[in-house]
Each structure stands twice: as structure tokens, then as C-alpha cells.
């Protein structure tokens, strides 16, 4: 099948389901999902990609410091050592 051929067959189901109740049906349940979806406190994926890479920044940001702590700490140890 091809592109033109599944094309026609969505449109026919489309205008086939804007003679019946079903669109009402789509409408309505739309409408109840959006609302159910707003008290749940969901965050869009983009969001969510957004603070994830906002976590990777910080992870490498943290361990940098970890390290240079660790570097500050073994060059102290070693002047107060001699």
C-alpha cells in the first residue's frame, strides 16, 4: 500500500465517524482525558528532557568539584605532612 492509498482510506474513516456519534464520543472523551490529565501534574516531555539535561550538567559539575576537593585535600595532607 502506499501513502496516496492509506491517505484515502483515514479520510474516508474520518468523514465516516463525522456522520456518527462518535466524534461527540472523541470530543467528550478528549475533554474528560485533558482534565484528568491537568490534576495528575504531568510535565510535558520537553520539559522532562529539559530537566534531564539540566541533571547532567550538575552531575558533572558535582563530580568536577568532588575531584578537585579530593586534589586540594591530598595536596594539604601532603604540606602538612612535611
Known amino acids: 500500500m502506499d501513502n496516496k492509498t492509506l491517505d484515502d482510506i483515514s ?3 474520518d468523514e465516516l465517524m463525522a ?3 462518535v466524534e461527540d464520543v472523541q470530543k467528550n472523551l478528549r475533554a474528560l482525558l485533558s482534565s484528568w490529565f491537568a490534576r495528575l501534574d ?3 516531555r520537553e520539559e522532562f528532557d529539559v ?3 539540566v541533571l547532567q ?4 559539575k558535582l563530580s568536577q568539584m ?3 576537593v579530593a586534589e586540594l585535600e591530598r595536596l594539604l595532607g601532603d604540606s602538612s605532612e612535611s
Do not use: F, K, M, S
Open 11 to 13: 479520510r474516508r474513516v
Open 19 to 21: 456522520n456518527t456519534p
Open 42 to 44: 504531568l510535565v510535558t
Open 51 to 53: 530537566q534531564q539535561a
Open 57 to 60: 550538567r550538575t552531575r558533572e
Open 66 to 68: 568532588e575531584a578537585r
